[in-house]
């Protein structure tokens, strides 16, 4: 069993950055592959970047360049590191853990453990 609670978001102005953490409960953290998801209102849950217990990474097309995650195994935590933020990336962020390998990681389905979510709104 994970358990993932996410923090970090807020309101910030386009441009601005934030910082989203996921802090994951159990000695196997290690071990999964660990994802964000967003859901902006009205809209389906959308894949953004995952990365590999060993760092290996993958970013949607829509923040390549703006959004970094990482992850440290010793704090059990995975960050995101959003920049140049854009109104459009307003939304719900969610964290997940997978122990699917890397061509599984873009579909939701395929992760077996999800925080509750942080609110992140961008204004413009």
């Known amino acids: 069993q994970v358990q993932l609670v996410e923090s970090g978001g807020g309101l910030v102005q386009a441009g601005g950055s934030l910082r989203l953490s996921c802090a994951a409960s159990?000695?196997?953290?290690?071990?999964?592959?660990m994802g964000w998801f967003r859901q902006a209102p009205g809209k389906e849950r959308e894949f953004v970047a995952a990365?590999?217990?060993?760092?290996?990474?993958l970013h949607a097309d829509s923040v390549k360049g703006r959004f970094t995650i990482s992850r440290d195994n010793a704090k059990n935590t995975v960050y995101l590191q959003m920049n140049s933020l854009k109104p459009e990336d307003t939304a719900a962020y969610y964290c997940?853990?997978?122990?699917?390998?890397?061509?599984?990681?873009?579909?939701?389905?395929?992760?077996?453990?999800w925080g509750q979510g942080t609110q992140v709104t961008v204004s413009s």
């Open positions: 990365i590999s217990w060993s760092d290996s990474t």
């Open positions: 997940a853990a997978t122990k699917g390998d890397f061509y599984t990681w873009g579909a939701l389905t395929n992760y077996d453990y």
């Open positions: 159990g000695r196997t953290f290690s071990s999964y592959a």
